[in-house]
């Protein structure tokens, strides 16, 4: 059983960073890869980037390439998401969650665990 609870959202303007983080409780936290997904309101969930387990593999969305940067701490049991150049359209809940598979890492059904999420709101 792996629980998760973000921090780090809040209300920003446009053009500026935001580091969320995902602390984890558990022994398990270094088995799992981790992924953050966001959900803005009226629209579906989708995902933003992953880290694998050992945190020598990431992957983003085409739409966050360049601006946001995930990273991981095992010895701390957290994962970051580092946020740079933020858009009025990045604003949503952002959720980190945790999958045993990478080969289905975007695929937010196979997720096993997920966090309650963080408001991100960014103001234009």
């Known amino acids: 059983q792996v629980q998760l609870v973000e921090s780090g959202g809040g209300l920003v303007q446009a053009g500026d960073s935001l580091r969320l983080s995902c602390a984890a409780s558990?022994?398990?936290?270094?088995?799992?890869?981790m992924t953050w997904s966001r959900q803005a309101p009226g629209k579906e969930r989708e995902f933003v980037a992953a880290i694998s387990a050992s945190g020598g593999i990431t992957y983003y969305a085409d739409f966050v390439k360049g601006r946001f940067t995930v990273s991981r701490d095992n010895a701390k049991n957290t994962v970051y998401l580092q946020m740079n150049s933020l858009k009025p359209e990045d604003t949503a809940v952002y959720y980190c969650?945790?999958?045993?598979?990478?080969?289905?890492?975007?695929?937010?059904?196979?997720?096993?665990?997920w966090g309650q999420g963080t408001q991100v709101t960014v103001s234009s």
């Open positions: 969650a945790a999958i045993t598979r990478w080969n289905v890492v975007t695929a937010r059904g196979a997720y096993d665990y």
């Open positions: 558990g022994r398990t936290f270094s088995t799992y890869h």
